[in-house]
């Protein structure tokens, strides 16, 4: 069973930055694809970023480019930098963790079989 941890969510001013990241527990990942979704209160779970293990391909949602980056290490951890925060992105942050395959839709939350247990994070106007 893949466990993954999550940590670095929490306040911030608008215009602050945070850094996430997501800690798996001892695999094989290079047929999988990292995910961070969040979601707000009274809205559905939304897709922020992807990356490929072992490719590094990477995507983003239209409100993350340009101020989000995602990034892996050699270590099992995933990244996300978020940059010029802004009130709308106020949310629980989720790690997720799912099979790669040609043609999947890996925004969609589906995709994923592991998720962390979500954190925090709130911009403040």
């Known amino acids: 069973q893949v466990r993954l941890v999550e940590s670095g969510g929490g306040l911030v001013q608008t215009g602050g930055s945070l850094r996430l990241s997501c800690a798996a527990s001892e695999g094989d990942f290079s047929s999988y694809t990292f995910g961070w979704f969040r979601q707000a209160p009274g809205k559905e779970r939304e897709f922020v970023a992807s990356i490929t293990w072992n490719h590094g391909n990477t995507d983003y949602a239209d409100s993350a480019k340009g101020r989000f980056t995602i990034s892996r290490d050699n270590a099992n951890t995933v990244y996300v930098q978020m940059n010029s925060l802004k009130p709308e992105d106020t949310a629980i942050y989720y790690c997720?963790?799912?099979?790669?395959?040609?043609?999947?839709?890996?925004?969609?939350?589906?995709?994923?079989?592991?998720w962390g247990q979500g954190m925090q994070v709130t911009v403040s106007s």
């Open positions: 997720a963790l799912g099979p790669w395959r040609v043609g999947a839709d890996l925004r969609n939350p589906n995709m994923y079989y592991y």
